[in-house]
């Protein structure tokens, strides 16, 4: 069974910085392309980073420069860095291996305030 548990979330003002995590069972992450999503309140969900098997991070537009991605092999959980986050951040926030049919998880919400 794969599962991804998102971890971190929480309320911060502006300009503030979050960490979020996703621990997954029944995959080992590094041997996958990991993505991070986002979806706010009456939108739809969207890409915001993903991390490749090599290493190769990508990010949407909105968040580069801010967002920052990584691996702990170790662990088997990726990271999500947020730093100057904006009230536009705010969502609930999804891990998930790209390209397949897994199960989205519980998520973890991400509040931040002006």
């Known amino acids: 069974q794969v599962q991804f548990v998102e971890s971190g979330g929480g309320l911060v003002q502006a300009g503030g910085s979050l960490r979020l995590s996703c621990a997954a069972s029944g995959i080992t992450v590094s041997m996958y392309n990991i993505g991070w999503y986002r979806q706010a309140p009456g939108k739809q969900r969207e890409f915001v980073a993903a991390m490749t098997t090599r290493g190769t991070t990508n990010y949407a537009d909105s968040v580069k420069g801010r967002f920052t991605i990584s691996r702990d092999n170790v662990k088997n959980t990726v990271y999500l860095q947020m730093n100057s986050l904006k009230p536009e951040d705010t969502a609930i926030y999804y891990c998930?291996?790209?390209?397949?049919?897994?199960?989205w998880g519980q998520g973890t919400q991400v509040t931040v305030s002006s």
């Open positions: 998930k291996r790209q390209l397949y049919s897994d199960h």
